[in-house]
């Protein structure tokens, strides 16, 4: 009886742990959950381009003080400087500043994820009722609207980019190579190689001030291996510490004959002789820079397996996922820099889809909620479906997130480069002459009229004067509708 008794209370404490390890991972799960949705509801409310870094910062900071204003203002200046859409990139440095890379991966998917759902229906309806009158008419006044939005972006893009003749030049170059078809590649190359010589011109306009004088760096060394050379007082017992001592000292003396440089091996240094201890260090290392990377890599997987599955189905899904990629990777100022590399190769360069289409993409990316890259799911969708639109959704965002998951844990030693800053100076000069073609292109095709232009004129007009996009936009589709049933026509 007694063994009997034993054995069930070996089973009712078995059933206890095996309860409160349930309870622990339900509650795991649960501020998972949590934190997910937050991040997905934000993406439901977040319209309006530009504006919604104030709504999401009155959200996060204010409302529910998941990080400081500082942190915030850190943000913004991170993903001013790498590539990306902007809104999507602060949303990623929101979970990363509160759960690291895991966090920067969850909350970035569940911000996209209402976007992609929204413009899916929208693109499901725009291709089976695209020719329907109404329909139709709704879209041309939108595409005023867009073209008026477009306008003010680059004047406000530009002006604070454009503030001397060296980005002017920048810009007239980039704009005179897109005309003649140049390759984006070459575009972006060349921008780069110009910015340095152009800002050779006159020492004066250099902007790398502040530096070393001969000698400087090798004295640091040389001072950084005194202070490497002095053993610290240990907190074990005396004969411990001499042992330890005698190590650092002779390691320290090795080092010295034969590299010379204890600054460059002093992130290698190893405590104690053991080699264990050696080999149990470095798995430690590797576990943490996986750990730190852990984002990078899932994005990177994620854009490969997407590129792949893209080969195997279709050519144009697949030229159509290498070129949102480049457009991801090298979209240094936000989405419509972006947008004018997805329009280029798309309608000039690969033939996939053509102006219009592209413009309608842009037309329905503003009226969904989240980044108006979403403009991607539309052209994915066109392509091969519903396959297509997730296939070229995650080939536009996650090659830009896989490049903030590589800056995030760097970010204070990257962001006061002086060749970064300079190079990427460059390139927001070439991203304006991106944009006034772009501007060119979709005009040329959505003015073709007295009304159409009025529709537009009157867009900017409100735009100036600080009315909200989303009200400009439900404005002309109301006014479109009056129109059609006066038989009046947007052409």
Do not use: H
């Not at 140049?182 to 340095?196: D, E, G, P, Q, Y």
């Amino acid at each position: 009886m007694g063994k009997k008794q034993q054995i069930d209370g070996s089973k009712i404490k078995k059933e206890i742990k095996r309860n409160s390890e349930l309870s622990a991972g339900d509650a795991i799960l649960k501020k998972a959950l949590n934190f997910f949705f937050f991040f997905f509801k934000l993406g439901f409310m977040a319209y309006g381009g530009p504006a919604m870094l104030g709504f999401i910062k009155k959200e996060v900071v204010y409302k529910r003080n998941l990080i400081t204003e500082d942190d915030y203002n850190d943000g913004i200046a991170l993903v001013s400087v790498i590539p990306g859409a902007t809104n999507s990139q602060m949303v990623a440095y929101i979970g990363y500043k509160l759960k690291k890379g895991r966090g920067a991966f969850i909350a970035f998917s569940a911000f996209i994820i209402p976007a992609f759902i929204e413009m899916l229906i929208f693109t499901v309806l725009y291709k089976t009722s695209g020719n329907i009158g109404l329909f139709l008419q709704v879209f041309k006044a939108l595409e005023a609207v867009i073209t008026a939005i477009l306008l003010n972006t680059t004047i406000m893009f530009g002006s604070k980019i454009i503030k001397e003749w060296r980005l002017d030049t920048l810009a007239i170059i980039t704009l005179a190579m897109l005309i003649f078809k140049f390759n984006i590649l070459l575009i972006l190359l060349i921008a780069v190689v110009l910015t340095f010589l152009l800002f050779l011109i006159g020492k004066k306009f250099w902007p790398f001030t502040g530096a070393r004088k001969p000698g400087e760096e090798e004295n640091n060394l040389n001072e950084k291996y005194q202070n490497d050379k002095k053993v610290k007082p240990c907190a074990y017992s005396n004969n411990e510490a001499k042992k330890e001592n005698k190590f650092n000292n002779d390691y320290v003396k090795n080092t010295q004959l034969e590299l010379g440089d204890s600054y460059v091996l002093k992130k290698f240094r190893v405590i104690g002789s053991n080699k264990t201890k050696t080999i149990f260090k470095i798995k430690i290392s590797i576990k943490n820079f996986f750990k730190t990377y852990w984002a990078f890599f899932a994005a990177l997987a994620l854009v490969m397996i997407a590129l792949s599955l893209s080969y195997f189905l279709k050519k144009n899904l697949f030229l159509a996922g290498l070129s949102l990629t480049k457009a991801s990777v090298i979209g240094f100022g936000g989405a419509i820099p972006m947008l004018t590399v997805i329009q280029y190769d798309m309608v000039s360069v690969l033939k996939i889809l053509s102006q219009k289409q592209i413009i309608d993409g842009l037309v329905l990316g503003q009226i969904t909620p989240g980044p108006i890259l979403i403009t991607s799911t539309f052209i994915g969708y066109f392509i091969f479906g519903f396959t297509g639109a997730i296939l070229c959704t995650i080939t536009a965002f996650y090659p830009s997130f896989a490049v903030f998951s590589l800056v995030a844990p760097k970010y204070a030693a990257v962001k006061n480069n002086k060749y970064v800053k300079l190079a990427i100076r460059g390139l927001m000069g070439m991203f304006v002459g991106m944009i006034l073609f772009f501007l060119y292109s979709v005009g040329r095709e959505a003015i073709k009229g007295y009304v159409s232009g009025i529709f537009a004129l009157l867009s900017f007009v409100a735009i100036r004067f600080k009315v909200k996009e989303i009200y400009i936009i439900a404005a002309a589709a109301i006014i479109s509708v009056i129109l059609y049933y006066l038989n009046i026509k947007i052409i």
